[in-house]
C-alpha cells in the first residue's frame, strides 16, 4: 500500500511538471510579447542580486565649472572721514569664475568656487567710488527636474569675500581690501548638450557683507546681483 502511494505521488508530481512546461512553452510560441518579459526577469537591478553593469568610462561624480557675467551692485552707502554724507554705490560691472563640484545625490550636487566680480564706479560730485570683489564660496545646487534636458535648480552658499574699494581723489581716503562673511542664493536652468557637457543660465543674490578701513572708509551694506552664463563638464 505504502509503495502504491509513493509510486502514486511521484507520478502526479511528474505528470504536474510536464504541464506546467508544457503550458510555458506554448505560451511562449503564441505570445512573443510573454517570452519577452519572461526573458527580462533576470535583468540585474530587476528581480536578481547581480551587480548593475557599470561602464569602464562612466562619469565620476566630480564636474568643472567655468561662467563669466554682467554684475549689478546695489544697496551700499559708503562714508569716509571726508566726506560724511556719503556716496551711493549703485554701478554695474562683470564677473568670472570657476567651480569644482561634485553629485552628492542623483538631485543634489556639492560645490567650492572662486569668482571675480567687477562691481563698477560711482560719482558723487568730485569723489569717484569703484568697487571690486574676490568671492570663494562654498554651495549646493538642488537639480529640481530634468525635462526635454533642461533642469532647473536652486542654490545657496556661504564663504567669504575680499573687497577692493578704492576712491579718487586719494584724498577722501585710502584704497580698502576687507575680509568678510558672504553668502548667496540663486536660480538658474542648465541644459544638456551630451552626457558630459552642459550649458548653464542663472541668477545669484550675493551679500558681501559690510567692507570699512580703521574708520577712514565704510560701507553699509554690500550687495551684488549676478547673471551668469557658463558650461559645465563632468570628469572621467
Same mark, same amino acid.
Given at each position: 500500500?505504502?509503495? @502504491? ?19 510555458? %512553452? ?7 510579447? !510573454? ?6 526577469? #533576470?535583468?540585474?537591478?530587476? @528581480? ?31 562714508? !569716509? ?14 564677473? /568670472? ?47 529640481? /527636474?530634468?525635462?526635454?534636458?533642461? %533642469? ?28 568678510? @562673511? ?26 558681501? #557683507? ?27
Amino acid at each position: 500500500m505504502v509503495r @502504491f502511494w509513493s509510486a502514486g505521488r511521484s507520478l502526479l508530481v511528474g505528470a504536474a511538471a510536464l504541464a506546467l512546461l508544457s503550458a510555458g %512553452t506554448a505560451a511562449r510560441a503564441a505570445d512573443p510579447e !510573454t517570452a519577452d518579459m519572461l526573458a527580462k526577469l #533576470g535583468r540585474p537591478g530587476d @528581480f536578481s542580486l547581480a551587480p548593475p553593469d557599470v561602464s569602464d568610462d562612466a562619469p565620476s561624480g566630480w564636474y568643472m565649472r567655468a561662467d563669466a557675467g554682467y554684475v549689478a551692485s546695489t544697496g551700499a552707502r559708503v562714508t !569716509t572721514a571726508d566726506v560724511p554724507a556719503g556716496l551711493d554705490l549703485s554701478g554695474s560691472g562683470w564677473s /568670472v569664475g570657476g567651480g569644482l563640484g561634485y553629485r552628492l545625490l542623483p538631485f543634489l550636487r556639492g560645490e567650492v568656487s572662486l569668482d571675480y566680480l567687477d562691481l563698477g564706479s560711482a560719482r558723487n560730485g568730485g569723489a569717484e567710488l569703484s568697487a571690486n570683489a574676490t568671492v570663494a564660496l562654498a554651495s549646493l545646487y538642488w537639480d529640481m /527636474v530634468t525635462l526635454a534636458g533642461f %533642469t532647473p535648480y536652486l542654490s545657496a552658499g556661504a564663504g567669504f569675500s575680499i573687497t577692493t574699494l578704492d576712491v579718487a581723489p586719494a584724498a577722501f581716503g585710502p584704497a580698502v581690501n576687507d575680509w568678510q @562673511f558672504a553668502w548667496s542664493a540663486g536660480a538658474g536652468v542648465s541644459y544638456g548638450l551630451s552626457a558630459d557637457l552642459s550649458l548653464d543660465l542663472s541668477y545669484r543674490y550675493l551679500d558681501l #557683507g559690510s567692507p570699512s578701513s580703521a574708520g577712514m572708509l565704510a560701507v553699509s551694506d554690500m550687495v551684488a546681483h549676478q547673471v551668469r552664463f557658463g558650461v559645465r563638464y563632468m570628469l572621467r
